[in-house]
Every structure is written in structure tokens, then in C-alpha cells.
């Protein structure tokens, strides 16, 4: 007669380090030498899988690990500053609404260089006179029929042609040679997308699309292609992914962004953290892929109602080094440290926009509207 056998059941922190374990295992083989088990590196953080669905055929893509934040400062500031655009839009029209707290949002990219004597400053504030035009009325334009990413694109292509075409950007001719104002024309677009985006839920197909949209407006290029050769990375120990790869990782993300129940319960500053690691670690594209990180990533704050952000040029360093430590280490903390940082610092200079909004109010529309806000909470 055969022993019979006792199958084994593991206590609950066993099964876990063996899920954890199997998972980390399905990504890469080896962390960081032999003997060393992903639970003994990640047990105390958040681990996040970058994966596609299993119907696909897709093994997980990558991985990243953080400690568990408290939002709650952060949370009240962006509630209080909801609160307060609701109260001024009862007194305030959309449209001067838009010209102070949106130009704000809008007008963080021009903030990124503060040397007012290089030309690139120059460039940025001259383009930033003329762009405001276009922001009108493409915003307007959306407001009167369903939203449509890429006739938006088009129309933002268009505007840049236009602005750059003006007899005061001959100064800056080697700028524009140079694509260095394309990146503000695709923040207004990307702005545009996020706005009309946050009461609808874009596919993957969608989101994929609006990818190649941004990139065609920061490479100045309608036809976009993947890149076919070995990238090549400067101060990094890291490969991107092989060419071949590109497009079903691209598929992936898009598609672990749009579907993916995980992603979906992320704060939006982890979110486009993972987003931005993801978009330079594959490197989809012939160059520019940091530019285009920079931009997706602001995007998804947008469409979550947080403040877009900038990364100055005096934390360029500070930001590539977080950023090839989280791809490199899988720890993507000190990168959303820095974007928590900008997405706090923008929400405050919102918030103490609006409060000049509701002091520049002439007297008696301040008492209608306290007169307002007390009927309101009468029962």
C-alpha cells in the first residue's frame, strides 16, 4: 500500500511570500543576487504589476515599488479649491474662469526655464502670447460638439504652423528648427484631452491613439513610427525594450491603463509615475520619449482634476536620476516624491488664485452670493 500523502497548508504570511515570490519570479529572473527573495527587498511597499490580460497571451511587463503615502494634506487643499470654483462660478462666467485658474494649469510649462535672459525664455514667453488665441478657441470649439482627440490634434497642428509663422519667432528660427516649441503646443493639447476626458472612460485603442496624437504634436510629425533600431541611453543601467517588442509592450501599458482594476485604484500621482517609467522604459519612439513621458504623465493628472506639473530645469538631474532608479530598482519613490512636490506647490498657487478672484468681486455680488450659499444649506 502507498503512504498516504498530507498535503501541507501554509500559514498566511507563507502563502504571500510564495504568491509574492511567483509574480516577482514571472518578471525577472534574478533581483539582486543569489539567495535574495523579492519578499525579503518589497514586503513593506506597494508592489505594482504593469501586465496585459491573460486572454492575450501577455506576461507581466514590469513592476514597480513604493511606500504607502498619506494623501490627506494634499486631498483637502484639491476639495477646497473644488469647493471654491463651484462658489465662483455662480458669480463668475466660464469664461474669465478659464483665463485665471486654467491659464494657471495651462501655464505651467512656461515656468520650467527662469532665466529671463536665454533665448529659449524669450521663445516660451513670446509663444505663450500668441498660443492664448488658439486655447479659446479650440476650448470653445469642444464645448459646442462631442469631443474628438484627433480632429483636436489636427487643429493644434495647425495652430502651431500658424504661430510660429509669425514675423517675431524669426529671432528664433534655430529653436524652431530644433522642435524646442513643439512640447507647448502638445501640453495644450494634451490639457484639452484631459479636460474633456474626465467624465468618460477612454479604451485602450483610444488611449493608444491619443499616444501617437501627443507624439505627432511634440515631434512636429503627422506620421508617426516606432523606433526600428537599438536606443541607445545616456546615464542609465538599463536596456529598453528590443524593437521588435515595442509595439505589444506599448499594448500592454495602454492596455493596463485603461483595464487594468489595479491601476484604476492608484493615487493619480502613482499612476502617471508608472506611466512615465513605462513610456522611457520602452522608448517607442525615435527620440524625444522623456518629452513624451513628461506629457502623458501630466495628462493623467489632468483627467483626475489634479494640477499639471513642470519639472524645472534646475531638478532636470534630480529628475533623470529618480527616474532611472525606479526602471533600474523597480523603487519609483523618489520620483513621485517630485511629482508630489509640483502637484502640492501648483494646488497652492491655484487656491490662493481664486481667493483674488472672490476678493476682486464687486461688494454686492459678494453679499448674493452669501446670501446664495446660506439658502443652500437650509434644509
Not at 504634436?217 to 541607445?232: M, P
Request: charged residues 30%; glycine residues 2%.
Amino acid at each position: 500500500m502507498k503512504p498516504i500523502k498530507i498535503k501541507q497548508f501554509l500559514k498566511q504570511e507563507a502563502q504571500e511570500r510564495l504568491a509574492f515570490n511567483r509574480r516577482f519570479g514571472r518578471v525577472i529572473q534574478n533581483l539582486s543576487g543569489e539567495g535574495v527573495e523579492p519578499w525579503d527587498l518589497y514586503r513593506d511597499k506597494i508592489a505594482v504589476f504593469v501586465n496585459g490580460k491573460a486572454k492575450k497571451g501577455h506576461k507581466f511587463s514590469s513592476f514597480y515599488c513604493f511606500k504607502e503615502r498619506d494623501y490627506t494634506q494634499l486631498n483637502m487643499i484639491l476639495n477646497r479649491i473644488n469647493q471654491k470654483i463651484e462658489n465662483v462660478r455662480k458669480t463668475i462666467s466660464r469664461g474669465k474662469k478659464v483665463d485665471k485658474v486654467e491659464d494657471i494649469m495651462r501655464g505651467v510649462i512656461y515656468d520650467v526655464n527662469k532665466n529671463q535672459e536665454s533665448e529659449c525664455y524669450k521663445a516660451n514667453q513670446l509663444y505663450k502670447k500668441y498660443v492664448k488665441k488658439h486655447v479659446k478657441e479650440i476650448f470653445e470649439y469642444f464645448q459646442k460638439k462631442p469631443f474628438d482627440s484627433r480632429e483636436c490634434s489636427q487643429l493644434w497642428l495647425q495652430a502651431y504652423r500658424e504661430i510660429v509663422c509669425q514675423p517675431e519667432f524669426v529671432d528664433f528660427s534655430d529653436l524652431i528648427k530644433a522642435n524646442y516649441l513643439t512640447f507647448n503646443t502638445a501640453f495644450q493639447y494634451i490639457f484639452d484631452y484631459g479636460y474633456f476626458k474626465r467624465h468618460s472612460k477612454a479604451s485602450a485603442e483610444e488611449f493608444l491613439d491619443f499616444i501617437h496624437n501627443t507624439y505627432a504634436l511634440a515631434s512636429n510629425n503627422e506620421y508617426t513610427k516606432y523606433r526600428d533600431c537599438t536606443a541607445r541611453i545616456r546615464n542609465g543601467n538599463w536596456l529598453p525594450v528590443s524593437q521588435e517588442n515595442i509595439s505589444q509592450s506599448i499594448e500592454i501599458l495602454t492596455d493596463w491603463f485603461a483595464n487594468d482594476y489595479e491601476s484604476q485604484k492608484l493615487n493619480p500621482i502613482e499612476r502617471a509615475c508608472i506611466m512615465h517609467c513605462e513610456l522611457v522604459r520602452i522608448q517607442a519612439f525615435p527620440d524625444g520619449n522623456h518629452r513624451l513621458a513628461r506629457l502623458i504623465a501630466n495628462e493623467t493628472l489632468i483627467e483626475a482634476d489634479f494640477p499639471s506639473i513642470s519639472i524645472d530645469f534646475e531638478r532636470r538631474k534630480e529628475y533623470n536620476e529618480a527616474t532611472n532608479k525606479a526602471i533600474e530598482t523597480h523603487e519609483i519613490d523618489d520620483l513621485i516624491d517630485i511629482y508630489y512636490e509640483q502637484v502640492y506647490k501648483n494646488a497652492l498657487k491655484i487656491d490662493r488664485c481664486l481667493d483674488g478672484l472672490v476678493k476682486s468681486l464687486p461688494e454686492d455680488t459678494k453679499k448674493t452670493k452669501k446670501v446664495t450659499d446660506e439658502r443652500e444649506k437650509q434644509p
